[in-house]
């Protein structure tokens, strides 16, 4: 910074107006999808108990191969069942059928209204080419896709994302467990399924809630061909908008999950590089409840342009800070996913806007609406792209 001219004197931590024009004018460089853009560095850690859990870490993708301008982040994580088929093609083909449903032309902020609709028939495009391998296993999936400041996430099964950013914390994926969703509970038994705990000798019932037949706790995955039509591919997708301050994401299987709050998981981590961080995650999980399960953890730094990685501020008190983080979407509550713990600690706030949240169950039912059955939302990705029900899908750069 230059000094200031004879005679101005200038109180100790305050800026000069160019530098704030300056910065100002970066901010809004970023906001457009160019210009400046956040640095995203990511890790991942693991422990394997079956070999069944995937990590995707793509931090430098193109929608347009050799066209730096539509360059983007991708990261996601499959908990695999009853087998790892379906966590490994869901790996190896899942990125690849979303893309195929955007048009490559597209502007940026098209592209990002484009996303949504397209998560949702690239999950079920996936879904539905899987099941001709004749596989019985199915996964969880959470995908991530970064572009600038703007993070689009879609989920089935219970393998969470969560965002530290301003001070909060921020769930960004729904848990599709039954027992963590008394809607999806009642998306499957108005539509004929059953669903109850293991009954064992004297009546009495044991263990977490499943659908049958076939017995499964999710409500939502990709595979699990031989579960009954109930069980869904169909994403919940949400996509938000970061503020000029950027945030850590944690994506981790339910082997975390399952042994840490998110506050925890955040605390431990904190100060540490992602792929430190990832590993610390990991190791607080496994030495609270112990290997139980296939522990997997990706940590996910978006750090904007003028920030020193040295300078991450710790949370603020939760609830606090809030506005400064300029557009964010909850339609409805956090109900889906948060413990009974975690929605006395992180009530709803109400000082963000929106930019889209939709998928469960209320995008299933749209669905109904127009006419797409259970059945042939796993035969016809085309059919979610251009049903005029999704129209209204859009971003809201606002």
């Known amino acids: 910074m230059s000094a200031p001219p004879r005679g101005v004197r200038r109180r100790a931590g305050s800026v000069a107006l160019g530098d704030l024009l300056r910065r100002e004018a970066s901010a809004e460089r970023v906001a457009a999808g160019g210009g400046e853009r956040p640095t995203v560095e990511a890790g991942q850690a693991e422990r394997a108990k079956k070999g069944e859990d995937l990590a995707l870490l793509k931090p430098a993708c193109e929608r347009r191969p050799g066209a730096p301008s539509t360059s983007f982040s991708a990261f996601a994580l499959f908990d695999g ?53 004749a596989h019985s296993s199915g996964t969880t999936v959470t995908l991530v896709i970064i572009d600038g400041s703007v993070v689009t996430v879609a989920s089935v099964g219970d393998s969470r994302c969560v965002l530290e950013a301003e001070g909060s914390i921020y769930y960004l ?7 963590a969703s008394e ?7 108005e539509c004929g399924g059953e669903v109850g705990r293991l009954n064992v000798v ?31 591919p169909v994403p919940y997708v949400k996509q938000m908008k970061l503020s000029n301050s950027g945030g850590r994401l944690i994506i981790a299987s339910d082997g975390v999950w399952d042994a840490l709050t998110a506050e925890t998981a955040f605390s431990c981590a904190r100060g540490l590089s992602p792929e430190a961080a990832a590993d610390q995650i990991v190791k607080e999980a496994v030495e609270s409840k112990g290997l139980r399960d296939d522990t997997t953890c990706i940590v996910i730094d978006i750090i904007p342009p003028e920030k020193p990685k040295s300078t991450m501020e710790s949370p603020k008190t939760p609830g606090k800070g809030l506005g400064l983080l300029k557009s964010f ?3 409805k509550t956090l109900s889906d996913s948060l413990s009974v713990a975690d929605k006395d600690n992180y009530p709803e706030p109400d000082l963000v806007e929106e930019v889209f949240e939709d998928g469960c169950p209320s995008l299933s039912r749209r669905l109904l609406a127009i006419g797409c059955t259970y059945s042939n939302l796993k035969n016809s ?4 792209v251009a049903a005029k029900g999704l129209q209204r899908w859009q ?3 606002t």
């Open 173 to 179: 994926s729904a848990d599709h467990r039954f027992d």
């Open 81 to 133: 069942h009853n087998g790892s088929a379906a966590a490994v093609y869901a790996k190896e083909h899942l990125l690849g059928n979303v893309l195929g449903c955007v048009p490559a032309d597209l502007s940026w902020d098209e592209w990002l209204a484009a996303l949504p609709r397209a998560l949702v028939a690239g999950f079920v495009k996936t879904d539905k080419d899987f099941q001709t391998k």
């Open 329 to 331: 979407f909850l339609r």
């Open 381 to 384: 990705a085309t059919q979610l």
């Open 395 to 397: 971003y809201n750069d």
């Open 202 to 232: 004297g009546g009495a019932e044991i263990g977490p809630l499943r659908c049958w037949p076939g017995g499964l706790c999710l409500s939502r995955s990709i595979g699990d061909q031989d579960v009954g039509e109930f069980i869904i």
């Open 183 to 189: 809607e999806e509970v009642g998306r499957v038994t």
